[in-house]
Each structure stands twice: as structure tokens, then as C-alpha cells.
């Protein structure tokens, strides 16, 4: 499991929705080409500019409406290390730790610092750090049955080593 | 101290004589229901070894939201689906002329009280109005719940809604949800179980109990729930033999909130752009004009709705700069439909009747709006872009209130025509 993500904060707010990270008119699309619509409607930047180990900080209920799994998998599939919101939406938080993407509750996130900051998330001490605004945040431990999963790396992995077990 | 009904039936599937709200379980699962979302778990499926289902007998899969696909990429995705329904030997596969998913499992008798269900779709909470705990989780998880028949949950807080009076005419269960959501915040339910009881819940429908549970995944919730009653059991019997165990919570539960909510005066509720809890009584709409409007989906297009539809619009013409899509919840809808010559009058009325199905609901087909356009529509969430353009927006409302302004051309109250 990595235990340090690091990069550019995207900070969103309130109640984000997964039909504006992934569109239902590109949910028959292959990832190649789907990820490249991300946040299309609201942030038209962000499928271009993100990069491996940025981190998505927001506020309350990040992830609500559909259960689409491609919302939190096109954050991966773009390199997105680790979501850092006040709350989330529960099917987008089980479908972040099915495929592997840690999804960090942390109480305080949304004044966290600015979009644009360097920030690190610390699985291991269970730290988040704006290294901009020089905030630490500490965040609960994950439960057993979510480590589990979050260290086989997803569900498909996980269902992988219990085939081959 | 007594329990909730999600207590009860958490209980019952992990194998344990009680559970504690925040517990952590592993529950059996009694049904899994898959839509297009076959495609994916498949996918992970079979990249990840695994050729057999935990039981073929416990999964419905229902093709509904690129049905008929519009493109090649969607046809070649259900010829794959087709080929892994065979593979797997999965025994219920609706591919077409059924519906959208959670309307033909209802219907066809899959739905029992008491039942885990869970389902690769959000709306999969709608089978609460029979009385069942269900929810909806992402193709990753359905992937090892076709593998292993368990999935991992934690057990909810419940709150209760406590729904007193009757509804005014033309005021409808969507309007009562739609009201919830605009009162109480898109996650005042945010992981938790939610009981719908008193008279007006009682008397309502199995289909506008339906919409109520449909729409309690908008306000945040994991389950919802109304109690087995006679209705329940009635719908039941001209379905399924199959034996239940009805589960009711204790006079005793344990619940984090109860609210009390009058509705013998409710108005008829409009959400707007782009929150399902940005709701406003249509008395304050504002007379929006509108380009588009939809009488379907999961939520609002079974038979007493499109009833209600026909009723408001009395023979009356849709306005000439308006589209109104009426797309039945199910193949038995329509055909119930055309039988009281509901179909006849809508569609004289300029309606275009499109195949039951997901249809626009969720952006994917038939019916998409063009930048700057405004539909509204019975279905569940009003996103940014949701059914089309990001310019475009949408507004949600019940049939009475949709066939209303499909007349007049903007926001109407179905209550003055």
C-alpha cells in the first residue's frame, strides 16, 4: 500500500456529484477516452492538468448521487493519489476503496488551504499536510474490512489473491 | 432495547442475534441485481480468474439503460453481456421488452420484505417499498459479491419519518420527497437507514411508496423502508409464492432522529438547477419556461403516474415548443397503459412515447438537451449536465406538475389547469 501521496491540491466544495466527474453521456466510452471528460462541466481544466499524486481535498457529501464506480476510477485512472473531504457520499466511498483509491475522511478538510497548495497525505500516521498554508490534519484509522481491501490495491486484486489462495 | 428494521435484517444476513449501529458486518447477500452494469463486473470478473457465481439463482440482470443500444460500442457491450449471462448461467436475464431494473424486479416478483438486496445502481434503495434492505454499491463490489455472495456493511443509524395527513389532489409522493430533500439537505440521511411510517405513508400506493424509497438515495440514505402491510402483501401475491419473513422495527428502536412532517397542505414542489434539495413550492417557480419534459424513469413512470399525466393534460395539446417524452417505467406499464387507453390519449396530446427504459434520465440516450435548454422531468437528480449539455438545466417535479408545463410551455401548478 503507498503510504505518501504528494502533489498539487484541487479543492472542491459542497455536495459534489459523480454525474460532473463522470458525464453519463461518456459512461459507454473506454477509460482512455472517458477520463479526459473529468469534471468536464464544472472544472473543464482538470483532466489536463492533473497529475500523478494530487490530491482532491473537499467538503461535505464529496461523491453523492450515482453509483458509477467510473467517477473514483477516473480520479485514478489520472493519476489522483487520495480524496481528502469532510464526508462522503457512501457508494463513492466504497467504490474509491474497491478499486484501491483512498478516500480520506477528514474532519476540518474543507479549511485545510487553497486550491493550487502542495499537499501530502500520510496513510500511515494518518496525516494530511498543506504544506502551502502549513496545516496538519490527523484523520481516523480505516476499519479492518476497508484496510483489507485498500491494501490488496481493489476488489479485482483482492478477488485475485483468493482465487490463487 | 429494541431494533431498527436495517438492525433486523444486517442481524439475520451476518448470522448474529443483534447489531450495534457503526458495527462492522459481513452479510450474506439473498439477491444481487446488476443493469448494464453486467458489463463491468464482468470485466472484473473475469480479469481477476473468477468463472463462477456464488449463485446463478441470486442474480437479476436487467438490460435498461442503452436499450436498444444506439450505437455500435453499446451493441457490442451487450453482445458481451449476452455471452457472460450464458457463461455464468445466471437464471434471470430480462434483455429486452422488460423495463428498467428496479421497476421489473419489483414487479416480476424478485422483491421479498426482509431481503439484502444489493444492486449495481443507487436506486436500488427503492426496494424498501416492499420492505426489503437495499443498496446500491459500484461494479467493483458487485464483482465479489457474484464470487463470494457476501459483502462487507456498516450498520446504519436509522432516522424516522413520521408522515401525517392527506394529500391535497394533484400532490403526490414526489412532491412529499421532493419537499423532504428541500427541508432537510441532500445528506440530512448520509449513511443512514431511513423508516417512512404514519397515515399518509400507509395510504399511499406500492408505486408512490416506490418513488419515496427511489429518492431517499438523494437525501443521503443507505436503506429506506416502509412496513409490510396489506398493500405489500396484496402486490405480493399476484407475483411471487415465494415464502417471506416480514421484518417490522421494534416499538423500541433505537433511532437518531424522528421528524414529524404535516402534509395536508403540501404544494406541489419544484428542485431546480443543480441540487435535488434546491427545492422551491411551484407557487414560487417563477413560470420557467421550458424546451423539454419527461414523464419516466424509476421514479415517476408507472402506471398511476402516467394516469395522472393523461388526467392533467385532459385532451389538451402539448405546447408547440415543447417536447414531451412519456417513457413507461416497464413493458407492463405500457402494455397497462395502452389497455386504458392512456397511451391513445397521451399520445394525441403530442406526447412522444419512447420504449420503457432508462431512456435520458442519466445523459445516456433519447432525449438529450442542447446547451442553454430546459427540460423538466419526474426522474431523481437535476446535475450539471446530467441529461446532456452543461449549459443545459433541468428541473424535477412530479407527473402532475411535468404534464402541467408540457401544456402551458414553462413551470405550471398542475392545480389550476
Known amino acids: ?165 | 432495547m429494541g431494533a431498527t428494521a436495517a438492525q433486523k435484517i444486517l442481524a439475520r444476513a451476518s448470522g448474529k442475534e443483534a447489531v450495534r449501529p457503526g458495527e462492522y458486518v459481513m452479510a450474506n447477500i439473498d439477491l444481487a441485481m446488476v443493469h448494464d452494469s453486467m458489463g463491468p463486473v464482468c470485466e472484473v470478473l473475469f480479469r481477476a480468474g473468477v468463472d463462477k457465481v456464488w449463485d446463478p439463482d441470486k442474480i437479476v440482470c436487467v438490460l435498461d439503460h442503452w436499450n436498444p443500444p444506439p450505437t455500435v460500442r453499446d451493441a457490442e457491450t451487450y453482445k458481451f453481456i449476452r455471452s457472460a449471462v450464458k457463461r455464468l448461467g445466471i437464471k434471470h436475464f430480462y434483455g429486452q421488452n422488460a423495463g428498467v431494473c428496479h421497476q421489473v424486479l419489483i414487479e416480476k416478483g424478485h422483491i421479498l420484505p426482509g431481503m439484502l438486496v444489493a444492486g449495481a445502481d443507487s436506486h436500488t434503495i427503492s426496494y424498501g417499498a416492499l420492505g426489503a434492505a437495499a443498496s446500491g454499491i459500484g461494479h467493483s463490489d458487485m464483482a465479489y459479491v457474484f464470487a463470494t455472495g457476501k459483502l462487507w456493511f456498516k450498520v446504519p443509524e436509522t432516522i424516522k419519518f413520521v408522515i401525517e395527513g392527506s394529500l391535497p389532489p394533484r400532490v403526490s409522493s414526489k412532491d412529499v420527497i421532493l419537499g423532504l430533500a428541500g427541508k432537510y439537505s441532500v445528506e440530512a440521511a448520509q449513511y443512514k437507514a431511513v423508516e417512512f411510517t404514519g397515515a399518509t405513508c400507509n395510504d399511499m400506493s406500492i408505486a408512490s411508496r416506490i418513488t419515496m424509497c427511489n429518492m431517499a438515495v438523494e437525501i443521503g440514505a443507505k436503506f429506506a423502508f416502509f412496513e409490510t402491510d396489506r398493500k405489500t402483501t396484496d402486490y405480493l401475491r399476484e407475483r411471487t409464492g415465494k415464502p417471506f419473513n416480514a421484518v417490522a422495527a421494534d416499538s423500541d428502536a433505537p433511532y437518531e432522529s424522528v421528524y414529524h412532517e404535516d402534509v395536508s397542505t403540501l404544494e406541489p414542489q419544484v428542485a431546480f438547477p443543480f441540487s435535488v434539495d434546491n427545492v422551491r413550492p411551484v407557487s414560487k417557480a417563477g413560470g420557467i419556461r421550458i424546451d423539454q419534459a419527461v414523464i419516466g424513469s424509476c421514479t415517476n413512470a408507472r402506471l398511476e403516474d402516467l394516469r395522472m399525466a393523461a388526467e392533467v393534460m385532459a385532451g389538451r395539446k402539448v405546447h408547440p415548443d415543447v417536447r414531451l417524452l412519456v417513457i413507461p417505467a416497464s413493458w407492463d406499464v405500457y402494455r397497462d397503459a395502452i389497455r386504458e387507453g392512456i397511451i391513445m390519449r397521451l399520445s394525441e396530446s403530442g406526447a412522444i412515447i419512447c420504449n420503457a427504459g432508462c431512456g435520458p434520465c442519466m445523459g445516456g440516450h433519447m432525449g438529450q438537451l442542447a446547451s442553454g435548454e430546459s427540460c423538466i422531468a419526474t426522474i431523481n437528480r437535476n446535475f450539471k449536465g446530467r441529461m446532456g449539455s452543461p449549459g443545459s438545466e433541468l428541473y424535477l417535479a412530479s407527473p402532475a406538475t411535468v404534464a402541467a408545463s408540457a401544456i402551458t410551455g414553462k413551470i405550471t401548478d398542475p392545480r389550476g389547469l
Open chain 1, 1 to 165: 500500500m503507498i503510504s505518501n501521496i504528494k502533489g498539487r491540491v484541487w479543492k472542491f466544495g459542497d455536495n459534489v456529484d459523480t454525474d460532473v466527474m463522470t458525464s453519463g453521456k461518456y459512461l459507454n466510452l473506454p477509460m482512455d477516452e472517458m477520463k479526459g471528460h473529468t469534471f468536464e462541466a464544472m472544472r473543464p481544466e482538470f483532466a489536463q492538468q492533473a497529475k500523478p499524486g494530487d490530491v482532491i481535498v473537499a467538503g461535505r457529501n464529496f461523491g453523492c448521487g450515482s453509483s458509477r464506480e467510473t467517477a473514483p476510477a477516473a480520479l485514478k485512472a489520472l493519476g489522483i493519489g487520495a480524496v481528502v473531504a469532510e464526508s462522503f457520499a457512501r457508494i463513492f466511498y466504497r467504490n474509491a476503496i474497491a478499486i484501491g483509491l483512498p478516500a480520506v475522511i477528514c474532519p476540518g478538510a474543507a479549511s485545510l488551504g487553497s486550491d493550487g497548495d502542495e499537499a501530502e497525505v500520510d496513510l500511515a500516521s494518518r496525516k494530511v499536510t498543506d504544506h502551502t498554508s502549513g496545516k496538519v490534519l490527523e484523520f481516523p484509522a480505516f476499519p479492518d474490512e476497508m484496510l483489507k481491501v485498500l491494501e490488496a490495491g481493489g476488489i479485482e486484486p483482492l478477488l485475485k489473491q483468493m482465487k490463487n489462495a
